[in-house]
């Protein structure tokens, strides 16, 4: 069945950067999004990035526009997402989860609603 891992979290300063990757298996099809999510303390998870796997479009959070990147390596079903200028703020475990989409849907979205395979979550600590 499909699953995800991540992997790629830890201890970073105030200002500097990370790349999360989000290994996946067992999908059946090509008609599926990938979503970024965050719960940081104190407030609600949030999508912050998501890439359409087949039309390769993407989504920012407002949060996070200019400092994320979400890219994909279809060969090796692997997402990565790139933070920069990171803050005492974006501390929080990062989650990756997959969405079926429709075959006539190219975008992906960031509401929790249609993801329903998440990954185990990866920690992530900006602090001095």
């Known amino acids: 069945q499909l699953q995800l891992v991540e992997s790629g979290g830890g201890l970073v300063h105030p200002g500097g950067s990370l790349s999360l990757a989000c290994a996946a298996s067992?999908?059946?099809?090509?008609?599926?999004?990938i979503g970024w999510f965050r719960q940081v303390p104190g407030k609600e998870r949030e999508g912050i990035s998501c890439v359409n796997f087949r039309s390769a479009s993407t989504n920012y959070a407002d949060s996070v526009k200019g400092r994320a990147t979400i890219s994909r390596d279809n060969a090796k079903n692997t997402i990565y997402l790139q933070m920069n200028s990171l803050k005492p703020e974006d501390t929080g475990v990062y989650y990756c989860a997959a969405a079926p989409v429709s075959v006539l849907f190219r975008l992906c979205v960031l509401n929790l609603g249609p993801y329903n395979t998440w990954g185990q979550g990866t920690q992530v600590t900006v602090s001095s």
């Open positions: 067992g999908f059946t099809s090509d008609y599926y999004a």
